[in-house]
């Protein structure tokens, strides 16, 4: 393999080809694989219905977490506005949140003009032929060399050329340069120069993606929303086991299960492999899940299983695993140890009593009651953190139920449908989102045990309460705000939620 920069590339004449690697595909692959093992009927994704009103009535409702391209806040903000109903649909539903369509305010404008609230318009006829398909807007970087030709005159390559000079730096004399082409081209066509000039103005250097990457991104984002549709059980069981990928953590992915009917199940050691796997109606997380149990941990505990018989009681698995102390603590924390005793606290002074490093031999099987002594159980708080610390999730609820009590007015996200626009509100949950797209709005997403509520806060009321907002268990008052078919609640207020020991870390930016 030879590194080379990517103009030197096409200096040299050679043909540069880009090959995204992206866990969607693999994740795919892993849910088809289980649907033939599970049904003995092999799915081709390739032939499946790709204008099945079901899948487009759960994408318009955006039930859209763990789905490839259109599980971000902004996507779920213009999902429900464009209401995809095909393929083309779904390429331009891709397309439009980039940050090149999103410089002229594209965004808006072409739903606006998509629902019939804005006349479709061009600056001049010359424009159609680029942009009659997309009313107007430039989605695609390809319409950009369109116009370049179509209106300025230019050759396709000086085409690419400009396309590829906004994104350059120290660009102003290439971008004088092609304006003056540019603006003789279009002279040449009866364009005038004020109209050249707003034509030109269209053009960034913002990311937009070209049309069939669009189009590929969006047959790859249709097939995830069909296989989540039809068989969640299999596409959430490749989801975790993808993991780390896309926009949410692993437990804000075990609650969208959850809300789908299905259960996230404690790992156990007489029943988990290194992978997810599914038992019944749920998924049995597996070993890799766990904090300090490797790759050769995992596999050591499978292997003596199947070597023997199940585990019969905590002595006889350090036994026969050799397990470390520190590896043994988190197996107990992740519930993994609960087939032995569900006291997770006893079974952890039980791991301490057994355990004896010396030359690493474990201590022999013996009753070891004699120095035991009666511990207070591990209450709700408790049993949540030493999950969250393990695992990085709460297979045995959400945090949020473990507050609510606390909380008395406080509404959860099974209220915001029957609110109105301007009414105040209160609301609580963990992060799992925060994103600033356009550099003016901030957006966070809290989840609580019900759902997800979506906060909006602009720039200079985020930077008053920037230092409260990067805290992960939040209570935000706001005010409710309709738009278009989209639901936000305006931060006002926000206060930390305190008397959690849940082990929670604030969620990064994306």
């Given at each position: 393999i030879c590194q080379w920069d990517k103009n030197a590339v096409e200096d040299a004449g050679f043909v540069k080809i880009d090959f995204l690697a992206l866990g969607a595909l693999s994740q795919m692959q892993d849910a088809t694989r289980e649907i033939e093992q599970r049904t003995g009927e092999p799915v081709d994704l390739t032939r499946i219905d790709f204008e099945d009103p079901e899948v487009y009535a759960m994408l318009h409702r955006t039930d859209t977490i763990g789905i490839f391209q259109v599980e971000s806040a902004a996507q779920i903000q213009t999902i429900p506005r464009i209401k995809p109903?095909?393929?083309?649909?779904?390429?331009?539903?891709?397309?439009?949140?980039?940050?090149?369509?999103?410089?002229?305010?594209?965004?808006?404008?072409?739903?606006?003009?998509r629902t019939g609230d804005e006349p479709v318009a061009f600056d001049h006829d010359l424009e159609k032929r680029a942009l009659e398909r997309t009313l107007g807007v430039i989605l695609?970087?390809?319409?950009?060399?369109?116009?370049a030709i179509d209106v300025g005159g230019l050759s396709p390559s000086d085409a690419d050329l400009l396309r590829r000079a906004y994104g350059r730096r120290n660009n102003q004399?290439?971008?004088?340069?092609?304006?003056?082409?540019?603006r003789d081209g279009s002279a040449a066509k009866g364009v005038d120069e004020e109209t050249a000039g707003r034509i030109f103005s269209k053009f960034n250097g913002g990311y937009m993606f070209p049309e069939s990457h669009a189009f590929a991104f969006g047959v790859t984002a249709y097939q995830m929303s069909w296989l989540k549709r039809y068989y969640p059980l299999e596409f959430y069981l490749g989801l975790l086991n993808q993991q780390p990928m896309g926009f949410y953590s692993p437990e804000t992915l075990k609650e969208d299960a959850r809300r789908h009917g299905i259960t996230v199940l404690n790992p156990d050691v007489n029943l988990s492999r290194d992978l997810c796997t599914i038992e019944d109606d749920s998924i049995r997380l597996g070993f890799g899940y766990v904090r300090d149990i490797g790759q050769n941990a995992a596999k050591r505990i499978v292997v003596v299983r199947k070597r023997g018989a199940p585990f019969s009681a905590l002595a006889d698995f350090m036994e026969r695993t050799g397990l470390l102390q520190g590896e043994l603590e988190s197996?107990?924390?992740a519930g993994a140890l609960d087939t032995f005793n569900p006291d997770r606290r006893t079974t952890k002074w039980e791991v301490g009593l057994r355990y004896h490093p010396v030359d690493k031999q474990i201590g022999l099987g013996l009753a070891v009651d004699q120095d035991t002594t009666l511990l207070p159980k591990l209450h709700a708080g408790e049993v949540i953190e030493g999950e969250y610390r393990s695992l990085g999730m709460y297979p045995s609820g959400h945090v949020m139920a473990h507050l609510r009590p606390g909380l008395p007015g406080v509404l959860t996200s099974q209220d915001p449908g029957g609110l109105q626009d301007g009414q105040r509100v209160t609301v609580a949950g963990l992060v799992v989102r925060r994103q600033r797209p356009?550099?003016?709005?901030?957006?966070?997403?809290?989840?609580?045990?019900?759902?997800?509520?979506?906060?909006?806060?602009?720039?200079?009321?985020?930077?008053r309460l920037r230092h409260q907002l990067a805290n992960p268990l939040l209570k935000v008052q706001g005010t409710v705000s309709r738009q278009e078919g989209t639901l936000n609640i305006l931060i006002t207020h926000v206060d930390v939620l305190g008397g959690a020991n849940t082990g929670l870390k604030a969620k990064n930016w994306g």
């Open positions: 109903l095909n393929l083309t649909d779904m390429a331009r539903e891709v397309a439009a949140v980039r940050p090149g369509v999103g410089a002229n305010d594209g965004v808006r404008h072409y739903i606006r003009r695609f970087q390809d319409q950009v060399n369109q116009l004399g290439l971008l004088d340069h092609y304006w003056e082409l540019f197996l107990a924390d356009s550099g003016k709005t901030v957006f966070i997403t809290l989840e609580d045990e019900y759902g997800h509520i979506p906060l909006m806060i602009w720039e200079r009321e985020y930077q």
